[in-house]
């Protein structure tokens, strides 16, 4: 049987082992692949895994002999499933490996924006502590999060590993959802109210016809001037340019960012010049920890589809 992995450098550079892949099988294992290479790499394949590397129709009717498709990720979307569905292929992915990573980048942003730890290390560096005429100096205001109100924009896993962190913090958190669910210490409001009362909104939201551009110029207006948002969901979930100019015009105290509308970004994205905004490039998944997880998983995955059991099937 034979196995190939299209594009597994994002997932590990080098840093995990992929023994247990390659013991199930013919195994070739290619860092990228641009999609006019997918149908000859993945030819004679029974498995094929993906992480953005697209099967579409096209790629899906040209590989007669696969089998099975192994999204090494949790959203799937890069995989045609009706077409899959109909060539009688089984599509998996990987659900809930990155959960505690993705909240604590959430918190890495906040903690930034609260104390800024980074301008005053760069500035101690810089010698302004040792010519100091006082024991201690702030650069900028300092935020303590107790008492200050998080707010959220979805409530899966991730979103409820957020709220936790914000308990943690003493902070009070409140939730817009889609479907009503009880959580405790998790106060629920409309949506457009989350918006108003959060210090901190975290969104956590899938991206659907729906939620593209759920963050707008007119809910970005009814946030508070000192408020700070944070997208650790799906780009096009927030509308780039209306955030970008409320950032800039003061109206928005900041915000942090893991993902944005492409990816890589062209230059002229306009968060990356953005003021007091935080862009960090689609990292929040990306903990060794995490990656391991999905690695385990992955494998597993195939060895359940082998076994004629599979598990996490999307389609």
């Known amino acids: 049987m034979k196995l190939v992995v299209l594009d597994g450098y994002a997932m590990n550079p080098g840093d995990l082992d992929w023994g247990g892949l390659t013991a199930l099988g013919e195994c070739v294992i290619h860092d990228r692949t641009p999609r006019e290479l997918t149908v000859g790499r993945a030819a004679g394949a029974t498995v094929a895994l993906t992480n953005k590397t697209v099967l579409g129709a096209a790629e899906i009717a040209a590989l007669p002999e696969l089998r099975y498709i192994g999204v090494l990720a949790t959203g799937y979307n890069v995989v045609d499933l009706p077409a899959a569905r109909a060539a009688g292929i089984v599509v998996t992915n990987v659900p809930a490996y990155s959960t505690a990573s993705v909240a604590q980048t959430v918190f ?76 405790r210490g998790i106060e629920f409001l409309p ?60 109206r ?43 690695l385990g998983t992955a494998v597993a995955n195939v060895k359940a589809f082998l076994a004629g059991k599979p598990q996490n099937v999307v389609s």
């Open 108 to 183: 890495a942003f906040i903690l930034e924006f609260c104390q800024q730890v980074a301008l005053h290390a760069a500035s101690v560096r810089a010698g302004d502590w040792t010519r100091s005429i006082d024991f201690a100096y702030w650069k900028t205001p300092l935020v303590e999060l107790a008492g200050k109100t998080l707010g959220l924009v979805g409530l899966g896993a991730i979103g409820q590993a957020v709220a936790r962190l914000g308990q943690a913090f003493g902070m009070r958190v409140v939730a817009a959802v889609r479907t009503p669910k009880e959580v």
């Open 191 to 250: 949506l457009d109210e989350v918006f108003r009362q959060a210090d901190f909104l975290s969104l956590h939201c899938p991206l659907t016809p729906e939620t593209k551009h759920l963050v707008n110029a007119e809910r970005l207006a009814l946030m508070k001037p000192t408020a700070h948002l944070i997208n650790t969901s799906r780009g096009p979930v927030v509308d780039a340019q209306a955030l970008a100019e409320a950032l800039n015009a003061g």
């Open 252 to 294: 928005l105290a900041g915000a942090g960012v893991d993902v944005l509308d492409t990816e890589p970004p062209p230059a002229t994205d306009p968060l990356l010049a953005a003021r007091n905004c935080l862009v960090t490039p689609h990292l929040a998944w990306a903990t060794q920890e995490a990656r391991s997880r999905l």
